[in-house]
T-cell receptor, first 116, second 110 residues
Framework: GAVVSQHPSRVICKSGTSVKIECRSL??????MFWYRQFPKQSLMLMAT?????????EQGVEKDKFLINHASLTLSTLTVTSAHPEDSSFYIC????????????FGPGTRLTVL | KQEVTQIPAALSVPEGENLVLNCSFT??????LQWFRQDPGKGLTSLLL?????REQTSGRLNASLDKSSGRSTLYIAASQPGDSATYLC?????????FGTGTRLTVIP
């Protein structure tokens, strides 16, 4: 089946630093990738949708200048949390939608970000 | 906007018991519905996928049903085991994205 990886799986950083999270589709091409955030004891919330080669579409309330998304190829999307603060500590999960397969998303294993 | 609700938020059952998790949604214009399992601090594991035209899907001890007219889905777990302890999320696929429920945290007591 379709496999999506995320790197790193866990990251701890100091407040004010930037953190980059990678999302890769390993065995298929993903024209669309999604980034979700999950705070403790809450469900997943969509942050943004990115299409390969174009700008990401951010959900209301998500700061595009803080959460930079790049989807430069059909197998890689990156989320950069700029100037991270403790309130950005969360579980970030990406998903990828395969080309030609409508509405089927494959999820990555997630990245646990802790900002000290 | 689609709203997805899962009740109960938490459930504890003794090992061996059969149980039902509920998921309700407000907009029946969906492509499919999925049930996921999430272990603490982990990502999502897809359990069952029901297409919009289907009524149910079964996999091992799991059975999921879908009733679009009433905006409901259930996940039935037979003969529960301690290893079933996790948070279960339902998610509906709309035109462009998934809408997740709030989850039910299941604890199966040995």
């Amino acid at each position: 089946g379709a496999v999506v990886s995320q790197h790193p799986s866990r990251v701890i950083c100091k407040s004010g630093t930037s953190v980059k999270i990678e999302c890769r589709s390993l065995d298929f091409q993903a024209t669309t990738m999604f980034w979700y955030r999950q705070f403790p004891k809450q469900s997943l919330m969509l942050m943004a949708t990115s299409n390969e080669g174009s700008k990401a579409t951010y959900e209301q309330g998500v700061e595009k200048d803080k959460f930079l998304i790049n989807h430069a190829s059909l197998t890689l999307s990156t989320l950069t949390v700029t100037s991270a603060h403790p309130e950005d500590s969360s579980f970030y999960i990406c998903s990828a939608r395969a080309s030609g397969v409508k509405n089927t998303q494959y999820f990555g294993p997630g990245t646990r970000l802790t900002v000290l | 906007k689609q709203e997805v609700t899962q009740i109960p938020a938490a459930l504890s059952v003794p090992e061996g018991e059969n149980l039902v998790l509920n998921c309700s949604f407000t907009d029946s214009a969906i492509y499919n519905l999925q049930w996921f399992r999430q272990d603490p601090g982990k990502g999502l594991t897809s359990l069952l996928l029901i297409q919009s035209s289907q009524r149910e899907q079964t996999s091992g001890r799991l059975n999921a049903s879908l009733d679009k007219s009433s905006g409901r889905s259930t996940l039935y777990i037979a003969a529960s085991q301690p290893g079933d302890s996790a948070t279960y999320l339902c998610a509906l696929t709309g035109a462009n994205n998934l809408f997740f429920g709030t989850g039910t945290r299941l604890t199966v007591i040995p």
